[in-house]
């Protein structure tokens, strides 16, 4: 009795899963086509007119202005002060200043910015204890930005956005300070760097945005959707911030959200502002002009970060922003809200995997066969295999693209990696959502950070 109702618990986690991932794979297809279709357009008509555009060759601004580069700061004292001093030697934009957000308690944060001697950086030390929200170190950015303007007479052109562990690179200012003059936002790709101490759990990192930062993004362009900002490696329009601060009565960020960024991309396409993600090689045959970064290297650390990400986009995005948009609209925002269901059918799926590997155990030890799956089941199951083969194919494809050949391989069994954090993260987002609602007040759950030691020396 005990192993039949074994067998129906099997069947029922596997129809599940198999539904599930049914669902989100129909989705997952029609943005690889759309991908594709577009791919091959381009390169059938554009490129064989014009030559691809390069960091290199961009035309200078028409009307060079005042870049703010604004890096909210909570516990960095490890890597400011070298990011600062990285961004310094790197950045060759003839004007801009970094506004660097501080909070009393953190004095070895403050004390590592003030240990970057330079009139470019600006230390904002705000009137609260940390850990407010990341927004709400921005806002006070903003403040201060805002303040300066009217003190000397020059206002700012663009908002740019980093993180204490960022690497910069030396091109993106100019292409900042160019495309900002026809688009609201635009957002540069994010590469994670590789860590070499932890190939699995950092490196899951690099198999999504080597995917996402070459598809995703540049589907919902193409489609029409708002262009969510990644945090890092994208500028703002001064003029659309402002209208955003004066309707809002606080500031551009809303202090209350724990994914600001998110939010803030859909707020401008819902103003009518136009954004861009713009993928540019730095010259011909050279890397992308990117972001790059460490990301979390443990599985702590991992699961801290992702929860983060599900509870302000798939839960307090949804309180948030609702459904409001096209059908397109409403099409982005269903797949960035469905990492929780997601989560729950891979639980389904593992669950389902084991239950089969212990009645597969039974069967060569007692000779006892499991029951059939009914032929629905069994057809579920077989286009769900399709659908990952698929999907692993173009994961490999897109992480040899970005990092090679050997990431590429490694991708593979990596999404094992990326589902049980995924799953972990699931169960952390929906405790901290519920607490969240109970406290009424998010707060500033950073991830600790690390910062190329090559640069350090």
């Not at 206002?155 to 562990?165: G, N, Q, S, W």
């Not at 362009?221 to 209208?243: I, Q, T």
């Not at 990492?339 to 060569?364: D, F, G, K, Q």
């Not at 990431?407 to 990696?417: I, K």
């Amino acid at each position: 009795m005990l192993f039949e109702g074994l067998g129906v618990v099997m069947h029922e986690a596997a129809l599940f899963a198999a539904c599930g991932f049914l669902f989100m794979g129909f989705s997952d297809v029609v943005v690889d086509l759309i991908w594709i279709a577009r791919s091959a357009w381009r390169r059938l008509t554009v490129y064989r007119r014009f030559e691809r555009a390069r960091a290199d060759t961009l035309e200078e601004a028409r009307s060079p202005g005042r870049l703010a580069v604004f890096i909210p700061a909570w516990e960095e004292s490890g890597v400011i002060g070298p990011m600062l001093r990285h961004t310094l030697a790197t950045f060759r934009h003839g004007d801009y200043r970094l506004y660097v957000g501080c909070y009393p308690n953190d004095p070895d944060t403050i004390r590592a910015v003030r240990e970057v001697e330079d009139p470019r950086v600006r230390l904002v030390v705000g009137p609260v204890d940390g850990p407010t929200t990341k927004a709400d170190c921005l806002n006070r950015l903003w403040t201060a930005m805002v303040a300066d303007e009217a003190a000397e007479g020059r206002r700012v052109k663009a908002v740019i956005l980093h993180d204490a562990e960022d690497v910069v690179h030396e091109a993106e200012l100019r292409i900042f300070d160019r495309l900002i003059e026809r688009f609201e936002l635009v957002q540069l790709p994010v590469l994670p760097l590789i860590d070499p101490n932890s190939r699995w759990i950092a490196g899951h990192y690099i198999d999504e945005f080597a995917e996402s930062h070459a598809k995703e993004l540049v589907v919902r362009e193409a489609v029409g959707a708002g262009l969510p900002s990644a945090g890092v490696g994208c500028a703002f329009s001064r003029d659309m911030l402002a209208g955003i601060a004066v309707r809002s009565g606080a500031g551009p960020f809303d202090a209350a959200s724990l994914a600001e960024d998110y939010e803030l991309g859909l707020k401008i396409r819902l103003a009518g502002g136009r954004a861009a993600f713009v993928r540019l090689p730095e010259s011909e045959g050279g890397p992308l002009v990117a972001t790059r970064e460490y990301f979390p290297g443990t599985v702590e650390g991992a699961v801290a970060q992702k929860a983060r990400w599900m509870t302000g986009i798939a839960l307090s995005g949804w309180d948030r922003l609702g459904w409001s948009g096209g059908v397109e609209e409403r099409w982005m925002r269903l797949r960035d809200r469905r990492s929780v269901l997601a989560a729950l059918c891979l639980v389904a799926a593992y669950v389902a995997l084991l239950l089969w590997a212990l009645l597969s155990l039974r069967h060569i030890f007692f000779g006892i066969p499991p029951r059939p799956n009914p032929p629905l089941l069994e057809a579920l199951l077989t286009l769900s295999f399709v659908l990952l083969a698929w999907r692993l194919a173009l994961r490999f494809a897109f992480v040899t693209q970005a990092y090679g050949w050997r990431e590429g391989l490694r991708s593979v069994p990596r999404v094992v990696v990326g589902n049980a954090i995924a799953m972990l993260a699931a169960r952390r987002a929906v405790i901290g959502y519920v607490r969240a609602r109970k406290r009424g007040r998010p707060r500033w759950d950073k991830t600790a950070h690390a910062f190329p030691m090559l640069l350090r020396r």
